[in-house]
C-alpha cells in the first residue's frame, strides 16, 4: 500500500477535484466580470485609442489605495471567493469522507497531505489562467487586440500607468500576484479546515482576512504592503502608486512564499499526528 505512486495520487486528486460544473461558474464569472470592465472602458470618454489589455488591466488592478468603493472591493474579491467556496475544502471534504480508506491507501499521511497540496497549486494555476484568456477573450469582441499597451492606458486617464511599461509586464504582474495570493491564502484556508475540521470556519476567515485587508489599507500606504490581501492589488503597489512605500513585486513573492513555507511547515507536523477517525467518532458519540 506504500508504493502507490504519487503520479498516481496527483491523477486521482484532480480527477476528484474537478468538476463540469465548477468549470462551467468559472467561465460565466469571468465571462461577466471581463463584460463590465468593457463597459467601464467602452464608457469612459477619451480621445486615446483603447485595447484588450485595457481591459485586463481594469480586471484585476484591484481597489486603489483611496477607493472606500464596496463594488470595487466586490468585484476584485469575487474571483477570490469563487475559488475558495469550490476548492479550499478538497483536503477535509475528502479527510470527512474518505479518509479512513485514502490515506490508508496511499500509504503515507505526508504524501496525501503533499498531493493536496499539490492539487490545489495546480488548480490554482488553472483557474488564474483561464480568468485571464477568459477576460481577453470576451474584450477582443468589442476591443482590438494589440501586442502594445493602449494610447488610453499610457496617457494616465485612467490610472497612473509607469513609463516603460510593456504588455509583458503588465501580464506578469497580473498572473504572479493573483497566483501567488490565491494559493497562498486558499492553502492557509485549506490547512485550517483540516486542523478544526469545519470548512465554513476556514471560509469566513480567509474571506475576513481579504476583506480586512482591503479596509485597513484605505488611506494608509505605510501598512499596506504589509496586509495579505493588499498583495494581490496592483494598484497599491509601489508601481503603480508611488505614495505606497517598497511595496514590489519581489516583497509580494516572497510574503506570499513565506506565507506557504509557514503552512507547509506546520500542516506537516500536524498531519503526521491528527486522528483520522475524529469525525467517525463524533458521530458516534452524537448517536
Known sequence: MGKVPFSRVMRI??????????????????SLI??????????????Y????????FVAFAGPPLSSDSLF?????????LMFFYLFGNIAEEELSQRGVSVIPLIGSRRKWWLGKTVTLFMLSTIYVVISIV????????????????SPFL??????????????????????????????????????????????????????????????????????????????SMLLRHTFFDPSVYSFSLSFSLIYNAV??????????IYIRRMDIFKRISEIHKEA
Open 13 to 30: 486528486n484532480l480527477k476528484t477535484a474537478f468538476r463540469i460544473k465548477d468549470l462551467i461558474l468559472t467561465v460565466i464569472t469571468f
Open 34 to 47: 471581463g463584460l463590465l470592465s468593457v463597459y467601464e472602458i467602452a464608457s469612459f470618454p477619451s480621445s
Open 49 to 56: 485609442s483603447k485595447n484588450v489589455w485595457d481591459v485586463l
Open 72 to 80: 470595487n472591493f466586490i468585484f476584485w474579491f469575487l474571483p477570490y
Open 134 to 149: 477568459i477576460i481577453l477573450a470576451v474584450s477582443s469582441f468589442f476591443l482590438p487586440l494589440s501586442n502594445q499597451i
Open 154 to 231: 499610457l496617457s494616465g486617464t485612467l490610472q497612473y500607468i509607469p513609463e516603460g511599461i510593456t504588455v509583458m509586464i503588465l501580464v506578469k504582474w497580473i498572473f504572479l500576484l493573483y497566483l501567488g495570493t490565491l494559493f497562498a491564502l486558499s492553502f492557509v484556508q485549506m490547512a485550517l479546515s483540516v486542523i478544526w475540521r469545519n470548512s465554513f470556519t476556514a471560509l469566513i476567515l480567509v474571506c475576513a482576512v481579504m476583506m480586512l485587508s482591503w479596509l485597513f489599507g484605505i488611506g494608509h500606504p505605510y501598512i499596506v504592503r504589509w496586509l495579505p490581501g493588499s498583495q
Open 259 to 268: 506565507i506557504v513555507l509557514t503552512i507547509l511547515v506546520v500542516s506537516f
